[in-house]
């Protein structure tokens, strides 16, 4: 997939994420679905947030400040990029990203949207030009170049949508599917 149509499936599904900001409340934006699980507001703090700190990681193995690595992935790994998602089931979050989430306002969602497509349009067109041997670890992915971080927040922002499927369905939001 190249790059262009990666910066496309990724604007579409913010666009997603930002209808859904318009269509819920202020009140049930922060409220924590019965049975648990993460508010929407947690949704949009973690994944925005991850989102800006994989922009960082690419601009490292654009500026050449990377890791120089030829260490290849594991065939689970290949096998997430090659179908473009995560393997069915939930995964526990690791320690450092959960003490990131935090239940924002609509508006710090809004603001980390913004700020996430502002750094997103500054860093998409220097991605090809990146040395594949510049790579960044990942907490499960292992080592990742420039174009391997752009099509994870694909990837990872497309996962999380699903999650915020699954909470619209608990309060029957209107639309957001």
């Not at 949704?43 to 994989?54: D, E, K, P, R, Y």
Request: glycine share 6%.
């Amino acid at each position: 997939m190249s790059i262009a149509h990666t910066h496309k499936t990724i604007l579409d599904t913010v666009s997603a994420y930002e209808k859904l900001l318009t269509e819920v409340s202020d009140e049930l934006f922060i409220t924590t679905p019965q049975g648990g699980g993460w508010s929407y507001a947690e949704v949009f703090a973690h994944i925005f947030n991850s989102n800006i700190t994989c922009i960082q990681a690419i601009d490292k193995c654009i500026q050449g400040v990377a890791v120089e690595s030829d260490e290849g992935m594991s065939l689970g790994v290949r096998l997430v990029f090659f179908f473009g998602r995560f393997p069915p089931g939930k995964f526990k979050v690791p320690d450092r990203i959960k003490s990131q989430v935090r239940k924002i306002s609509k508006q710090e969602a809004h603001e980390l949207i913004t700020l996430f497509k502002d750094q997103l349009s500054q860093i998409t067109p220097l991605v090809e030009n990146a040395r594949s041997d510049q790579k960044i670890k990942h907490p499960r992915l292992g080592m990742l170049n420039a174009v391997k971080w752009y099509e994870f927040i694909d990837i990872h922002t497309r996962h999380h949508r699903k999650q915020l499927i699954r909470i619209s369905s608990k309060y029957q939001v209107a639309g957001y599917r």
